[in-house]
């Protein structure tokens, strides 16, 4: 095996005895053998709606931390398989096939870019939202990733999934918007109640509203757990009383939160790690996601609700949540929110109450040196306001940063691909201060990355023009010196450093 896709690669180099993230050597090797088949088809056929939605599909489970089941990945193989009949010899199979070091960072940036783009189509798509033209990028894409030897061409494909990261994100919002409202501000609770509860984790809202729909009489609560957190903010989900409050953190600290939990556990998407023995006979996969061992649940049968009749069944035989912590945090402040409060907003930029707002979204991870992004947080002066979206927020939002004349200093978007919200923020604040450039705001980037979403989130910035974005904690194990290169040239983007340091540096606009 090689595999470099995530911010935890071994040494920052690459993972080739076991991933850091538990993956082991068979199943990345059936990964780079679907990601090979689904090139092929690419090469051979023509992008139609169902077969978009399949290379969707396909890519979203090679995604970091979302399906370690070989059965499911063998059983995609062979559909792909079924496609292109046999065909194979076309595409190089597996990272190190590329010889060209250059070559190779530039088409797996836009093979995990075109991931994350992947993972937000299917996400629309289960919600009846779908665009010919991502799939034809898609298609596009996979075919140049397979065989282009032109950094140009795979510098503009990249570009090009960057717009295409946008639009997908947009289609996204609209059917999360169009079908549970638009998010508001919210208070939600971090404790724990009384009854028996069940752990909703992933970004799958359609799973989430089956679950709420099918467990309302059932004596039970619904709690959401990392990238769930945002369905709080929608108004559709409010109306149900037994929905309860967030329990825990971002992924990485699953193993513990999970058995503390005490309660059955759907994991609708990425990220799991590995599943332990204190609470694997309740936990549960669904869609996309896997794990060998895990009973999953199956997919919906058209025009029907996937039964989750299993887990609340189970949930009425376990003991109540043990709390871990207690209080409320707020979120919900995705752009129709921060739109409504934009009076308020500009006023208090005009004033100078607020000196710059400071993008912070995107993953949260297991390094120790991610606590430099709390640390930033903490280290900001009071009169910035802190963007986030994405799991990354949990290394702040628990800080008591306060407010700035009633705005709350971290604003909460939801999930990493509602940063398109913050896109659409920027872009207003750019129109009502007249400025012809983004990059003229008082505003920062200072983005943590762990998996592919993550990287199509940033080639979306990129495509729209941002400049000077902090990354980190690291920069990719799969950006070779070369292509490094051209990212600081024609971007500026910077590697987080010191926080002072950083600090400082965005508050003078650098
Ligand atoms: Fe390693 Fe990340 Fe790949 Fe897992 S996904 S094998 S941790 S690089
Ligand atoms: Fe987190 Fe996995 Fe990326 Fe959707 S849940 S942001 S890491």
Not at 25 to 39: E, I, M, P, S, Y
Not at 104 to 112: A, F, I, M, Q
Request: glycine share 10%; with cysteine; hydrophobic share 45%.
């Amino acid at each position: 095996m090689f595999c470099f896709q995530c911010q935890e690669a071994c040494r920052n180099t690459g993972c080739d005895i076991q991933g850091m993230c538990g993956k082991k050597a068979d199943t990345a090797n059936l990964q780079d053998k679907l990601v090979q088949r689904l090139k092929v088809l690419a090469l051979t056929h023509e992008a139609t709606m169902e077969l978009g939605r399949f290379v969707a599909e396909s890519l979203f489970m090679t995604i970091t931390n979302a399906n370690f089941d070989n059965d499911r990945i063998n059983a995609q193989i062979a559909k792909t398989d079924a496609l292109i009949g046999g065909k194979t010899a076309d595409a190089p199979l597996g990272v190190l096939a590329t010889a060209n070091e250059d070559v190779r960072s530039l088409r797996e940036l836009l093979t995990y870019g075109l991931k994350g783009v992947a993972a937000y189509a299917d996400h629309a798509a289960i919600l009846g939202q779908e665009d010919i033209a991502i799939y034809k990028f898609m298609f596009k894409a996979l075919a140049g990733a397979a065989k282009s030897e032109d950094a140009n061409e795979l510098v503009g494909l990249n570009l090009e999934c960057g717009n295409i990261a946008v639009t997908t994100m947009a289609l996204l919002d609209k059917a999360n918007t169009g079908a549970y409202g638009n998010p508001e501000i919210t208070s939600v609770k971090i404790g724990v109640g009384t009854r028996p509860g069940i752990l909703v984790s992933g970004h799958d809202l359609l799973d989430f509203k089956e679950l709420l729909e099918q467990s309302k009489d059932a004596g039970i609560d619904i709690y959401t757990h990392g990238e769930m957190l945002p369905a709080h903010y929608y108004p559709e989900f409010k109306k149900y009383a037994h929905l309860y409050g967030n329990y825990g953190n971002a992924w990485y600290k699953q193993n513990t939160e999970f058995a503390s939990f005490n309660g059955p556990i759907l994991m609708t998407t990425n990220c799991i790690t590995p599943v332990q023995d204190s609470y694997k006979n309740r936990i549960f996969t669904t869609g996309l996601a896997g794990y060998p061992g895990v009973k999953h649940i199956a997919d919906r049968k058209p025009g029907q609700a996937k039964d989750f009749s299993a887990i609340i069944a189970l949930a009425k035989t376990c003991p109540a949540p043990t709390a871990i912590e207690n209080g409320a945090i707020v979120g919900g402040f995705a752009h129709n929110q921060v739109l409504a409060l934009a009076d308020k907003v500009v006023a208090a930029v005009k004033s100078g109450a607020i000196k710059r707002f400071v993008v912070m979204a995107g993953c949260d991870g297991r390094h120790k040196t991610r606590q430099y992004f709390t640390d930033v947080a903490e280290a900001l002066p009071k009169d910035t306001v802190i963007l986030t979206a994405g799991c990354a927020k949990y290394r702040y939002n628990k800080l008591q940063l306060g407010d700035i004349g009633g705005i709350p200093r971290v604003l909460d978007a939801g999930q990493c691909n509602d940063s398109y919200s913050l896109v659409v923020i920027a872009l207003k604040l750019k129109e009502v201060f007249g400025l012809d450039d983004v990059n003229k705001l008082p505003l920062s980037f200072d983005l943590a990355w762990y998996e592919q979403k993550a990287v199509a989130v940033l080639l979306a910035l990129l495509a729209l023009g941002f400049k000077g974005i902090r990354l980190g904690p690291t920069l990719p194990a799969f950006v070779s010196p070369g292509v490094a290169k051209v990212l600081v040239e024609n971007f500026d983007i910077k590697a987080t450093g010191d926080v002072a340091a950083d600090v400082a540096a965005m508050m003078a606009g650098n």
